[in-house]
């Protein structure tokens, strides 16, 4: 008890209102996940503020969206250069921590093992609650880009850390092995974006980006090695009466330029904000979700494209190998294909052209899966649900310290 009020003192007491500080070592661009949950939190009267590491130092380093608090750090560090971002991340969370001690949270919602570290650290000095959020198989995603001692470092580190967490969020359900005590929260979109399209605003994106009469492929995402952007380029090139539309962001963003640059039937359009990401797929006829499914990240993970086809009522083409594979072959919303192979690519998406009313069928399928269970708008009630127990634990926690013995 002492120590909860002499901090207590120091801070300037316990704040009123329920505050949560979220923690991501990417600069909440905003990225779609991330934003969903600040804003659901926000709207059930959370008090919500995001601690973000610009590594590109682009962004603003202030910001306020939908009532989010943004922070970013700017800490230069690039991306894919392992050396530079290990030195940078401990000032990443030494400026973290004292921002946390600053803000005085209820909860700490950490995205991801890079930032698990520091919010176990503040938990225990504030005696606050601790959400660990699972984007990633953080080991499984950097196999074979670092050393296997490393990988094998960052799995115990994960395995022991999340263990002082209070709340555990995964993505999908096969990271519940790992984390038994987890709740699923899917990265599906929010329903009523892709509601709003109207077929006229649908036909005014087409005009905009000059798409005509063309079957249309769509990728908004994040641009990362194991994505198969690159096939979707070569497997499009010659066929006339197709254009792939890309849009989004990332490490490399220089080589997909390159690529699509010399493709007439490619069209990179650049960064998408979130709110402009539902009418632009939805102008689309397809959309890709092709990622390799040798990263033991990419094939435990349920890409968000899926999630994004269904509600725009669109077929997805996924890998084969993966968890995506099983549930689109489930919903029946979209067709798998093996991971490299261009000519496979290439002929599914003749197929869908030649046969535009199969192709639209496998997209009303999803659309019909979406609306009956695959919402946000259904996800948000179990996240809240949780978040409001956690964050009574935590008053009822503090006010035992507080009364006197």
Same mark, same amino acid.
């Given at each position: 008890?002492?120590?909860?009020?002499?901090?207590?003192?120091?801070?300037?007491?316990?704040?009123?209102?329920?505050?949560?500080?979220?923690?991501?070592?990417?600069?909440?661009?905003?990225?779609?996940?991330?934003?969903?949950?600040?804003?659901?939190?926000?709207?059930?009267?959370?008090?919500?503020?995001?601690?973000?590491?610009?590594?590109?130092?682009?962004?603003?380093?202030?910001?306020?969206?939908?009532?989010?608090?943004?922070?970013?750090?700017?800490?230069?560090?690039?991306?894919?250069?392992?050396?530079?971002?290990?030195?940078?991340?401990?000032?990443?969370?030494?400026?973290?921590?004292?921002?946390?001690?600053?803000?005085?949270?209820?909860?700490?919602?950490?995205?991801?093992?890079?930032?698990?570290?520091?919010?176990?650290?503040?938990?225990?000095?504030?005696?606050?609650?601790?959400?660990?959020?699972?984007?990633?198989?953080?080991?499984?995603?950097?196999?074979?880009?670092?050393?296997?001692?490393?990988?094998?470092?960052?799995?115990?580190?994960?395995?022991?850390?999340?263990?002082?967490?209070?709340?555990?969020?995964?993505?999908?359900?096969?990271?519940?092995?790992?984390?038994?005590?987890? =709740?699923? +929260?899917?990265?599906?979109?929010? $329903? &009523?974006? *892709?509601? %709003?399209?109207?077929?006229?605003?649908? /036909?005014?994106?087409?005009?905009?980006?000059?798409?005509?009469?063309?079957?249309?492929?769509?990728?908004?995402?994040?641009?990362?090695?194991?994505?198969?952007?690159?096939?979707?380029?070569?497997?499009?090139?010659?066929?006339?009466?197709?254009?792939?539309?890309?849009?989004?962001?990332?490490?490399?963003?220089?080589?997909?330029?390159?690529?699509?640059?010399?493709?007439?039937?490619?069209?990179?359009?650049?960064?998408?904000?979130?709110?402009?990401?539902?009418?632009?797929?939805?102008?689309?006829?397809?959309?890709?979700?092709?990622?390799?499914?040798?990263?033991?990240?990419?094939?435990?993970?349920?890409?968000?494209?899926?999630?994004?086809?269904?509600?725009?009522?669109?077929? =997805?083409? +996924?890998?084969?190998?993966?968890? $995506? &594979?099983? *549930?689109? %072959?489930?919903?029946?919303?979209?067709? /798998?294909?093996?991971?490299?192979?261009?000519?496979?690519?290439?002929?599914?998406?003749?197929?869908?052209?030649?046969?535009?009313?199969?192709?639209?069928?496998?997209?009303?399928?999803?659309?019909?899966?979406?609306?009956?269970?695959?919402?946000?708008?259904?996800?948000?009630?179990?996240?809240?649900?949780?978040?409001?127990?956690?964050?009574?634990?935590?008053?009822?926690?503090?006010?035992?310290?507080?009364?006197?013995?």
């Amino acid at each position: 008890m002492a120590r909860f009020i002499i901090i207590s003192f120091i801070l300037g007491g316990v704040p009123s209102e329920p505050r949560v500080v979220m923690l991501r070592t990417r600069p909440f661009h905003p990225e779609p996940r991330g934003f969903k949950e600040a804003k659901t939190l926000v709207k059930a009267g959370y008090n919500v503020h995001v601690i973000a590491w610009d590594r590109l130092c682009e962004l603003p380093k202030n910001e306020t969206l939908n009532n989010i608090s943004i922070r970013r750090v700017h800490l230069p560090a690039g991306y894919n250069i392992f050396l530079r971002f290990a030195v940078m991340l401990p000032i990443f969370w030494v400026f973290s921590f004292f921002s946390i001690l600053r803000k005085r949270p209820d909860i700490i919602h950490c995205a991801d093992l890079d930032t698990l570290p520091v919010g176990v650290f503040a938990k225990k000095i504030l005696m606050c609650g601790l959400v660990y959020d699972v984007y990633e198989n953080y080991p499984g995603m950097v196999r074979g880009s670092v050393p296997p001692l490393i990988v094998r470092c960052l799995a115990w580190l994960d395995k022991t850390l999340s263990r002082a967490a209070d709340l555990i969020l995964i993505v999908w359900d096969s990271f519940q092995a790992r984390y038994p005590r987890s =709740v699923l +929260v899917p990265n599906v979109p929010e $329903g &009523e974006g *892709f509601e %709003r399209v109207t077929p006229a605003r649908r /036909a005014d994106v087409r005009k905009k980006y000059d798409l005509d009469e063309k079957f249309v492929i769509g990728y908004i995402g994040v641009f990362m090695k194991g994505r198969g952007i690159e096939q979707v380029i070569e497997a499009v090139k010659g066929m006339d009466d197709v254009i792939f539309l890309i849009g989004g962001f990332g490490q490399e963003e220089k080589t997909i330029h390159d690529l699509a640059e010399g493709v007439k039937e490619s069209r990179l359009i650049g960064f998408v904000p979130p709110e402009n990401v539902p009418e632009i797929l939805s102008a689309c006829d397809a959309i890709v979700e092709i990622i390799d499914p040798k990263n033991e990240n990419y094939s435990m993970a349920m890409g968000n494209k899926v999630f994004e086809a269904m509600n725009a009522g669109l077929p =997805v083409i +996924v890998s084969r190998g993966t968890v $995506g &594979e099983k *549930f689109v %072959r489930d919903v029946g919303c979209g067709v /798998a294909v093996e991971y490299g192979n261009i000519e496979e690519l290439r002929g599914v998406i003749r197929r869908f052209v030649s046969c535009r009313e199969d192709a639209r069928s496998l997209g009303e399928r999803g659309r019909s899966a979406a609306r009956e269970r695959w919402r946000w708008e259904v996800i948000e009630n179990g996240l809240l649900e949780r978040y409001n127990e956690l964050k009574e634990r935590i008053k009822m926690c503090r006010e035992s310290r507080q009364a006197p013995s």
